[in-house]
């Protein structure tokens, strides 16, 4: 069965400190991996996926298939960082649900 | 550019009352998706839509109902609404990516109260 996990409801850094949003997955295959982001009255927005590589706003993730996991992690949070952050799961070779985690909010205080 | 559009963007109803909540994407996407966001739970997908014509369920579906007769437009409906369908529903809507789900771009969510 898909599964995303998020342990983290919420993680709390200084400004300047490293961050970590922790994501495990299940899924019987060869998933597609991703971190959306939701600012404070705003949309639901991709931040970035594994298949791209990129890094976005500071923020990379790297997928590990033996451990299941793509965790989200940038160096030196910043105050504008603040928000909730979801991983999620696309199946492909013909499944196409899209699952999300049950998010994280991240509080980067001054 | 509109995006992806839902109406009604807040709705109150009573226990047993209908309604369709529509969503209507520009973007000339293949796949569309019925999520709802309670607190604690993050997004869980009700239903979605790999085509015009076609539907599946998803984690959540029981009480829904939805529709794709056009392409740009997914409905959702509830027969009769439950107090437990209080939520925030977001409607997404993506391309396909040689093979792969691409990114999901979201409606700004409608909030829907059953008292």
């Known amino acids: 069965a898909q599964r995303v996990t998020q342990p983290e409801k919420l993680l709390s850094v200084f400004k300047g400190a490293p961050v970590e949003l922790k994501c495990n997955y299940s899924?019987?295959?060869?998933?597609?991996l991703f971190w959306y982001v939701q600012y404070s009255r705003q949309r639901l927005q991709l931040l970035l996926r594994h298949i791209s590589r990129e890094s976005i706003k500071g923020f990379t993730a790297d997928l590990n298939k033996g451990e299941t996991s793509f965790h989200l992690k940038k160096p030196f949070a910043q105050e504008e960082d603040s928000a909730m952050y979801y991983c999620?799961?696309?199946?492909?070779?013909?499944?196409?649900?899209?699952?999300f985690g049950t998010g994280t909010r991240l509080k980067v205080l001054a | 550019n509109a995006g992806v559009t839902q109406t009604p963007k807040f709705r109150v109803l009573k226990t047993g009352q209908s309604m369709t909540l529509l969503c209507a994407q520009d973007?000339?996407?293949?796949?569309m998706y019925w999520y709802r966001q309670d607190p604690g739970m993050g997004l869980r997908l009700i239903h979605y839509s790999v085509g015009e014509g076609t539907t599946a369920k998803g984690e959540v579906p029981d009480g829904y109902n939805v529709s794709r007769l056009k392409k740009q437009n997914f409905l959702l409906g509830l027969e009769s609404a439950a107090p437990s369908q209080t939520s925030v529903y977001f409607c997404?809507?993506?391309?396909?990516?040689?093979?792969?789900?691409?990114?999901?771009?979201f409606g700004e969510g409608s909030r829907l109260t059953v008292l």
């Open positions: 997404a809507s993506s391309p396909i990516s040689g093979g792969y789900t691409g990114e999901l771009f």
């Open positions: 899924y019987s295959g060869s998933p597609e």
């Open positions: 999620a799961l696309s199946g492909t070779s013909g499944t196409y649900k899209y699952i």
């Open positions: 973007m000339n996407h293949e796949y």
